[in-house]
């Protein structure tokens, strides 16, 4: 029995300085979450929809989402989306237009002349990709709720020669 | 210099708690409490005159089901509304992407698209959902719920059940 107090009374303090290390990583991590959910975070993107802007190959850019939650997100400006096709995809592009705009727009840019426009209802944006000849966007699946935004693209990071504001 | 030290170690106190509890609500688990009568009687099943939030329901969500976007028809889910980013819902998911389901009214039938949902509350005649607003992309909902907390008479499970009246064909 002695024995026994004599183990716990051993190791008590190094007992406690694991649980106080544990907490301060736990509560790293938690911060570190808040900081990529709710403030900025780089996000890796990749595909020739946003040609010439972002590259083909992969570009890291900086995403704020501040500007989402105060509701400033509005034309002209490069947002990531949770795409309306696959909720676990996000995709790139840019808004064209914000709720209660009319956008016109080509059908088939590559094949035809044919346009249509479209009025943008209440809460939804219209998103496009810069190179509408190779861009799975708006034009396909139709507005996007305003709540599907993620965040704005403001400042590319990778690669070096592209460091700038977008 | 001894209340600003008690002030500055108070300030760090709450600020890790709101780092931790911020992280626990948007990962794990959040407790909401339920507005308006379009799920009695699941939810808030006695409309009262007096609209005290006191008398709300609670539920308690969670976001696990988040990481894969698994849904299946019959859960209650919380989400933003399609033409208000700023206010959330909570409705039953009675149909998913690939099923038919009739418009009401009339006649025609549409399928649900790839990525969506329909959402109906179960309180018919007291609810705005997808018979207004159409299907709801899934990347919309916030999180399931899968019990009530509060009040304590009515503490339990919340059935994944849909009425009869709204199965899909």
């Known amino acids: 029995m002695s024995r026994l107090f004599q183990f716990v009374r051993q190791w008590k303090p190094i007992i406690k300085e694991g649980f106080s290390q544990s907490f301060l990583i736990a509560k790293f991590l938690c911060l570190l979450h808040v900081t990529n959910t709710h403030v900025c975070t780089p996000v890796l993107v990749y595909g020739p929809s946003m040609l010439p802007t972002l590259n083909l190959t992969g570009d890291v850019v900086l995403v704020e989402h501040l500007s989402q939650k105060f509701g400033k997100v509005g034309p002209r400006h490069v947002v990531v989306v949770r795409s309306p096709e696959n909720p676990r995809k996000t995709v790139t592009k840019r808004i064209v237009a914000v709720e209660g705009e009319s956008v016109t727009f080509l059908v088939e840019p590559a094949l035809s002349d044919r346009s249509h426009t479209v009025v943008v209802p209440r809460g939804h944006v219209w998103i496009q990709g810069d190179n509408i000849y190779s861009s799975r966007d708006s034009r396909q699946f139709g507005p996007v709720p305003y709540g599907l935004i993620l965040g704005k693209a403001f400042w590319r990071v990778w690669p070096p020669d592209g460091f700038g504001s977008l | ?169």
């Open chain 2, 1 to 169: 210099m001894g209340t600003r030290n008690f002030l500055w170690n108070s300030a760090k106190k709450f600020f890790t708690i709101g780092l931790i509890g911020l992280t626990v609500s948007d990962r794990y688990f959040s407790i909401v409490p339920v507005r308006g009568y379009s799920m009695s009687p699941t939810f808030n099943p006695q409309i009262s005159s007096y609209t005290g939030s006191l008398t709300d329901d609670r539920v308690l969500v969670e976001k696990f089901c988040l990481e894969k976007y698994k849904f299946s028809c019959g859960d209650v889910v919380v989400f933003c509304s399609p033409s208000n980013h700023r206010e959330m819902h909570i409705k039953r998911i009675t149909a998913l992407p690939g099923d038919w389901i009739s418009t009401p009214h009339s006649y025609d039938a549409i399928v649900v698209p790839k990525g969506h949902c329909w959402v109906e509350g179960d309180n018919s005649v007291f609810s705005l959902d997808s018979r207004s607003f159409g299907p709801i992309p899934l990347g919309l909902v916030h999180g399931r719920v899968t019990h009530i907390v509060w009040p304590p008479q009515r503490v339990g499970k919340v059935d994944k059940r849909i009425p009869q009246e709204h199965l899909p064909f």
